[in-house]
């Protein structure tokens, strides 16, 4: 259990976590398990010993080894090799995670094998293996969780369960074990030893981190308007946020139509921001707007952290932290806003699908004050496959409030083009003006497109809101 909740750490940098990365890890090593089973009982009435079981767990971790070594351009060469999620995910589960899964699987009924004395004994026998084993897959997910993914980096876990079932092979066969085995097991933990301490020694421009809920990477780069030096945020396969090293500047485009809010709901005093990161938003917010508030919800504490020791974020009396998943703070909290923002869509990888429902709206327009809005950051084009989830998302608003209008943040003459598109739905029913006598904002509605609503667009509530199937067609 411990290896497969870690593998979704593992593919998450290249795949994000999306349905699809889970079903292939758990479909693949369920997979693979069976087949452990099926050919372990074989082997295990031909040899029923010792050596051969510890021959068993020694491959097992082996392969995890492997797996752990080579995860890094297996997963780059598959993202570059396949375009179709399904494909992806499948096949990094299968290459690196079905090998050492089939050898875990041969060793229950190697174990069941050698624990049988007699027929009369033997539901018991099973019995009460079957529920070790049972335990030992609570446990182990309980310590992935709780433990040792919120403390440790993949790498390191994967070598502890690499070198815990070698200490489990020796126990079980040393006396049975020939030189050539021995060799391999010495082989084995040198190379473990060297990949960590190199893992560990070694200088790195990136900052890497598990929290409890993200594989985070932080590092700098140059910025592709004018190549000043910006930090990143990287979440999963997602880059969450950037900053400037020296002052609250925005840096990515979409960021900036969150000002259009001067221009719809004039003189707003309190706003909700659906995601944090780096929190480089709410900080240029502070900034800019010295008279308003702003609540942030953000489910991972981790990156609130990381933003604080890389990223400037420091306390604000005028900014509120809510360490929570932005729908249960959507159903649940009693607060009344006049601008709520979203910034939980940040890739087509992972779309959190509980944000996108019809239901998770009608909370916004309940939250929000009289004239209130929403503006929504997405990931989409105007047309074609990388649509499909825009035109759902812009129906199921429509559903809710009395205006919705769109504005391409990048170009709006590129109906193909998967851009960031700000979302900006109006509680008031007034018609509301499309220029500006202020140049930014003036800039920032020029960007305002009649997007042509496919007939198929659906409606999405939180019974039936296929995102996976939206994002795959667009990737």
Not at 76 to 96: K, P
Not at 98 to 112: C, E, K, Q, R
């Amino acid at each position: 259990m411990i290896f497969e909740i870690v593998g979704s750490r593992v593919i998450a940098p290249y795949f994000g976590t999306s349905i699809y990365v889970w079903t292939s890890l758990i479909g693949v090593i369920l997979g693979s398990l069976s087949a452990g089973y099926w050919l372990g009982g074989r082997l295990a009435d031909k040899d029923p010993g010792f050596k051969a079981l510890s021959r068993i767990i020694l491959a097992a971790a082996i392969f995890i080894i492997l797996a752990t070594m080579l995860k890094g351009p297996v997963l780059a060469y598959l993202s570059e090799a396949f375009t179709d999620m399904i494909m992806r995910t499948l096949l990094a589960a299968i290459i690196l995670f079905a090998p050492a899964s089939l050898f875990l699987g041969m060793v229950s009924p190697y174990a069941v094998r050698l624990k049988l004395k007699t027929i009369s004994s033997s539901g018991k026998t099973v019995g009460n293996l079957y529920a070790i084993s049972t335990v030992g897959s609570i446990l182990g997910t309980f310590l992935a969780g709780f433990v040792l993914i919120p403390f440790m980096g993949t790498t390191i876990i994967l070598y502890i369960i690499a070198g815990t079932l070698v200490a489990v092979a020796l126990s079980l066969g040393f006396k049975y074990l020939s030189k050539g085995d021995l060799a391999m097991v010495i082989l084995v933990l040198m190379v473990s030893g060297y990949d960590i301490y190199t893992l560990n020694s070694s200088e790195k421009q990136i900052i890497e981190a598990d929290t409890r809920y993200n594989h985070v990477q932080i590092f700098e780069m140059e910025y592709w308007i004018s190549g000043a030096p910006i930090k990143v945020m990287k979440v999963n396969d997602e880059y969450s946020s950037a900053m400037f090293p020296d002052n609250d500047s925005l840096v990515y485009e979409y960021a900036w139509f969150y000002q259009l809010a001067e221009h719809f709901k004039p003189g707003f005093d309190k706003t909700l921001l659906i995601g944090g990161a780096a929190y480089s938003y709410p900080k240029y917010y502070l900034g800019k707007y010295p008279a308003a508030y702003i609540d942030v919800v953000e489910i991972d504490p981790g990156l609130t952290e990381l933003a604080r020791e890389h990223f400037r974020l420091q306390d604000n009396p005028r900014l509120r932290i809510f360490h929570e998943d932005g729908r249960t703070f959507l159903n649940n909290s009693p607060e009344k806003y006049d601008v709520i923002l979203g910034d939980a869509f940040k890739s087509l990888m992972s779309i959190p699908f509980q944000l996108t429902t019809r239901e998770a709206v009608r909370r916004k327009y309940d939250m929000l004050e009289q004239d209130g809005i929403v503006i929504v950051n997405i990931i989409a084009s105007m047309e074609g496959p990388a649509s499909e989830f825009l035109h759902a998302e812009y129906v199921t608003y429509r559903e809710v409030f009395p205006q919705v209008c769109i504005f391409a943040c990048h170009d709006p003459e590129d109906p193909g083009l998967l851009q960031s598109i700000s979302l900006i739905a109006l509680k008031s029913a007034e018609t509301p003006s499309f220029s500006s006598t202020d140049p930014l904002l003036s800039s920032l509605l020029d960007h305002r497109i009649d997007l042509e609503i496919s007939p198929d667009a659906m409606i999405l509530t939180d019974d039936y809101a296929p995102v996976e199937y939206f994002t795959r067609k667009a990737i």
